[in-house]
């Protein structure tokens, strides 16, 4: 495996069949609230995603959700299941992904794979953006009020620039796992993305996939947006002017 995007695909492709396997039969625990929580799936599901990335790339970092980490000039940032909440819950939306990047913060690769709806997102600098094998292209209106936007509402208490943009967004998703929310914008189906104070597992693999889908992918203060450039600078107009 001489390419990051073929690595990117090995990663995502170790964690999905474990997903599957152990959906609905998991013990809940939980981190910092009630509906902050994390299964063994999500712990087996990253400890095989790391054991292919200890093996195909032993040089480069890792970061990842449940607690791997490993220096190196490169890292790959692994969700190994993002979304868990709706995986605990029954709702059919939630992925395993992952994403690399330079030493110099470039986004190199990434993949992020539904596997109950078998499709798999990824992308590679300069190269593109698939599902599939079929090439992504983002869509949607330029402007806020006509556009679709997923957003994440914190449970402590929102900064004073969310209520100003659900104001000013036509309507609001917040359907619970980032990385499959941007392969929906990359893909068309959601216009855009914000969230205040990502967290790079969130962020990073859905941000190269949007934008090697012709969107942009920006940061703005402690804000994360992507979608079509003209949509991605309104939201940011409106969040962090």
């Not at 939980?30 to 400890?47: G, H, L, N």
Request: overall charge negative; hydrophobic content about 45%; proline content about 7%.
């Amino acid at each position: 495996m001489t390419r990051d995007l073929d690595v990117a695909v090995a990663v995502v492709r170790a964690a999905g069949p474990i997903l599957l396997a152990k959906h609905g039969r998991v013990t809940v625990d939980f981190k910092s609230a009630p509906t902050d929580v994390v299964t063994e799936a999500d712990r087996e599901a990253e400890a095989a995603s790391v054991a292919v990335l200890r093996e195909l790339r032993p040089d480069d970092g890792i970061l990842g959700e449940e607690g791997t980490s490993v220096d190196g000039d490169r890292q790959w940032t692994v969700d190994a299941l993002d979304g868990t909440l709706n995986y605990t819950l029954g709702i059919p939306f939630w992925c395993t992904a992952v994403s690399l990047t330079g030493a110099d913060g470039e986004r190199l690769a990434s993949a992020i794979l539904d596997p109950a709806r078998d499709e798999l997102f990824c992308a590679a600098r300069g190269e593109g953006a698939w599902c599939n094998g079929e090439p992504l292209r983002v869509a949607g209106p330029d402007a806020l009020n006509e556009a679709v936007l997923s957003t994440y509402v914190h449970p402590e208490p929102p900064p004073p620039e969310m209520a100003k943009l659900l104001d000013a967004t036509g309507t609001v998703r917040a359907l619970g796992s980032g990385s499959l929310e941007l392969s929906w914008v990359a893909a068309g189906r959601l216009h855009a993305w914000g969230q205040y104070d990502a967290l790079p597992w969130d962020w990073r693999p859905g941000a190269l996939l949007v934008a090697e889908a012709g969107g942009a992918s920006i940061e703005r203060g402690r804000w994360s947006i992507a979608a079509r450039p003209a949509l991605a600078s309104a939201i940011a107009d409106v969040v962090a002017p």
